[in-house]
């Protein structure tokens, strides 16, 4: 091989090194994994009592309810949607289980079948709105909010709804591994599955193309309007099941179920690098993002520091979240395809000048 070959050669790999380790970066996935492993590390040497048995099951639990609406927030977020009605859509859906279990005797399975599908009813309801009304996706959802946050009261009168059923009882108390209830497996199931959705099938390449660039996926032919529409119902009746499990953990259908998800939810999944500009984010970050955001507020706690400062923590990891993914859609994404674009340029002319020799 001459000098000037193996130039060439050099010239032609460097980019595309220097383009991979910036699109590692880039990633939101790594970002917040580390920040993570760090946050455990400085609680853990605070206090080692933040890594205590007790804890980590407490931290898993909690996670796990919200875990399974970030889900289905993730998949919206990625058709370039969102949902601030999640939580009184958990609420809505376990206390109206609740009261077919209780006031109309329904069958547990029906019941909870009835729960599911309020939820993915309200889902459907802001689908429509948002996407065929062309009502922005904050105004609705934070309306339908309001309206779920009244109709738990009217379905309660108020008060928690007991007893629930012994069967729902004894499933909410019930654990599988470490402490850890179905709620917890039913969460690393579905972010399995949600996250094998996203990354490797059609389903999941049009949903990125729905969320990232709507005009050119309806020019190829995806029906954009099916997809939100669709990713609307999904994160309703995930809500729908977060709640039902709540119920249960607390075998009684109370009032405050759900309340504060919505924010925590949004934050969660941005701080885990999932775009709220759509198009952009996977599962696996979206559910280390509120892993994050749990241990956060858990780290605080065990080392002292007043409860009150978890929100604003919370707040301000959101800002620096939504601040960080704005340059890396400025910055990593132009840069990458910029760079790509001239080493592709660059090999072009050399082809030809080989060609012409």
């Known amino acids: 091989m001459t000098g000037a070959a193996r130039a060439t050669t050099q010239d032609s790999t460097a980019p595309s090194l220097r383009n991979r380790v910036i699109a590692f970066i880039a990633l939101g996935e ?49 058709a370039g949607e969102f949902d601030l009605s999640v939580g009184s859509v958990a609420g809505v859906s376990a206390v109206v289980a609740a009261q077919l279990m209780t006031a109309l005797e329904w069958p547990v399975p029906l019941a909870v079948l009835g729960g599911m599908g309020v939820g993915a009813f309200i889902g459907l309801i802001n689908g429509i709105i948002v996407v065929k009304f062309k009502i922005p996706a904050f105004i609705q959802t934070l309306g339908m909010l309001f309206i ?66 709507p005009e050119v996926a309806r020019l190829v032919g995806i029906n954009t309007t099916i997809y939100k529409i669709g990713a609307f119902i999904t994160v309703g009746a995930l809500s729908a099941v977060a709640g039902m499990f709540v119920m249960a953990d607390l075998q009684s259908g109370t009032t405050s179920i759900g309340s504060g998800w919505e924010l925590i939810v949004i934050a969660g999944v941005v701080v885990g690098g999932v775009s709220l500009f759509g198009g952009a984010g996977t599962i696996a970050g979206g559910v280390v993002g509120i892993l994050m955001l749990k241990v956060v507020q858990s780290g605080l ?22 601040g960080l993914d704005i340059l890396r859609r400025r910055y990593f994404t132009v840069s990458v395809g910029a760079k790509t674009a001239a080493a592709a340029s660059k090999t072009e002319v050399q082809s030809s000048k080989r060609s012409g020799a």
């Open 301 to 322: 706690v065990v080392i002292g520091v007043n409860s009150n400062w978890q929100q604003i923590a919370v707040g301000v990891i959101m800002v620096l979240a939504v």
């Open 148 to 213: 779920g946050q009244g109709l738990i009261q009217l379905v309660t009168g108020g008060y928690p709804v007991y007893p629930l059923p012994k069967e729902v009882s004894e499933f909410g108390m019930s654990t599988l591994a470490f402490g850890l209830g179905w709620s917890f497996a039913f969460f690393i199931v579905m972010a399995i599955v949600a996250d094998f959705v996203l990354r490797r099938t059609v389903l999941g390449r049009n949903l990125y193309a729905t969320g990232g660039n």
């Open 30 to 78: 790594v970002g917040v994994i580390a920040a993570l492993l760090l946050l455990v590390a400085f609680f853990y040497a605070v206090e080692p009592a933040f890594l205590s048995e007790r804890n980590v099951r407490a931290i898993l639990n909690v996670v796990s309810f919200v875990g399974i609406i970030a889900i289905g927030q993730t998949i919206l977020l990625v």
